[in-house]
Structure formats: C-alpha cells, structure tokens
C-alpha cells in the first residue's frame, strides 16, 4: 500500500471531476479517513500532503491524537455519545456528525470555542443510517441557535452503497439543495457553505454535485 501513489491518482480522477462540473481543485478537501489502520500509516498519510484526517470512534481518534497532534487538522465523522464529548471536543477542528439538539447541549457546554460542526442529513432515508430527515434540518439549525458554542459551517450525508449511479447523484444533489437552502437564511450561526459527501466509492460524483469535504478511507490507507 503507497499512499502517495494513491493520492496521486485520487486528485487526477478529482480534476477530472472539477473540470466535468466547472469547479476548482482548490475547492476540494480531501480528509484521510484512517479510522481502520494504524497510527504508522496515518503518519504516512501526512507525510504524502495529505492535512486532514477523519476518525469515528473515540478511542481510536485519542491513540492517533496523542501521536500525531497538531501535524494534522482532525475530523470526527462518525456518531458522537453525548458523554464522550467532553473528551474529544478540544481536540478536533471539525465535526461531521451533529444530528440532536441533546448533542450541541453538550458541545456547547464543553467546548471552550466555537465548534465547527457539519449537520448530518440521512437524505436516502436508510434505517441503518444516522441522521436528521431532510425535512427536519432547518427547524433543527434554528433551535441551535441558542448554543454559542455551535456554528454550522455545512450539510453531511452518506450515499447508499449501491452500484445504482443515478440514485447516488440524486441523494448528493438533494443535500446541496438542503445546503443553498439553509444559506438563503443567512443564520449568523450557520453559514453552512460546505458540503461533507463522497467516499472511495463516490466520491468523482459528489464533487460533480458540489462536495467540499470528501471523506476517503480505503482507496488512499487501505483497509
């Protein structure tokens, strides 16, 4: 496994997917999802040019953290227990997985800056998926207000892990039609400019629909 090798065909098939839909590869955050491999190979994601890696589990997140610290930007995507918070929240730059108001109570208690958090939206509406209805976010980005700790910067969704293309693009294009949506509000606490789709598998479409923040795992560490 050559992460760098990786990486180098990650952003050609990226350009091709900024090209396909207008966009600038500057506009394109790719996060190193290194929840399954070790601590070795998330330095040698750094070590490739890669900036921002992305954990889902506590554990795992603090064993890389305690090694890695500051040399990477760190993202917290999976499903965050309240009463984990207070051991995480200080330590990452950005949350993906902001889905109760329960959650940003304790955020907002714990938190001793503002947090950037992504509102996690299940668009395809699957059981086994987290995340808020389509039809319940803005409600939920309004009565967060009222945490100061808490600010909104973008929507997050996960794709059915389906070959059906078609239905993968129409689950990505509903949440940046969420997204423009809640900006039309113009919340002072939800800019929500970004927009966290895309994995190995889907990644080339989400870009093509308006991702920001695509989360890769085994096409650039392995598995």
């Known amino acids: 496994m050559d992460v760098a090798k990786n990486l180098t065909e990650i952003e050609a098939n990226i350009k091709r997917a900024c090209e396909k839909s207008n966009r600038s590869f500057e506009e394109i955050m790719i996060i190193g999802v290194t929840k399954y491999v070790t601590i070795e190979r998330a330095e040698e994601t750094i070590d490739a040019g890669i900036e921002n890696l992305g954990e889902n589990r506590n554990e795992g997140f603090l064993e890389k953290y305690e090694k890695i610290g500051n040399r990477a930007n760190w993202h917290f995507i999976g499903t965050l227990q309240s009463r984990k918070v207070k051991d995480i929240i200080n330590k990452v730059d ?109 990644y080339s479409i989400a870009i093509e629909e308006g991702a920001t923040h695509i989360r890769i795992g085994s096409k650039l560490v392995g598995k």
Do not use: W
């Not at 996690?120 to 409600?139: F, M, P, R, T």
């Not at 009222?146 to 990505?172: S, W």
């Not at 919340?187 to 400019?193: I, K, L, V």
């Open 94 to 202: 950005y949350l993906h997985s902001l889905d109760r108001v329960s959650l940003a109570k304790e955020i907002n208690k714990r938190a001793e800056k503002p947090v950037k958090c992504f509102v996690q939206v299940n668009v395809s509406g699957e059981e086994s998926k987290h995340g808020l209805a389509k039809e319940a976010v803005i409600s939920f980005v309004e009565e967060i207000k009222k945490f100061p700790n808490i600010q909104v910067v973008g929507l997050m969704t996960m794709a059915p892990h389906i070959d059906d293309k078609h239905e993968i693009r129409k689950v990505f294009r509903q949440l940046a039609e969420l997204r423009d949506e809640v900006r039309t509000k113009n919340y002072s606490h939800a800019p929500c400019e970004y927009l966290s789709m895309g994995m190995s598998n889907d």
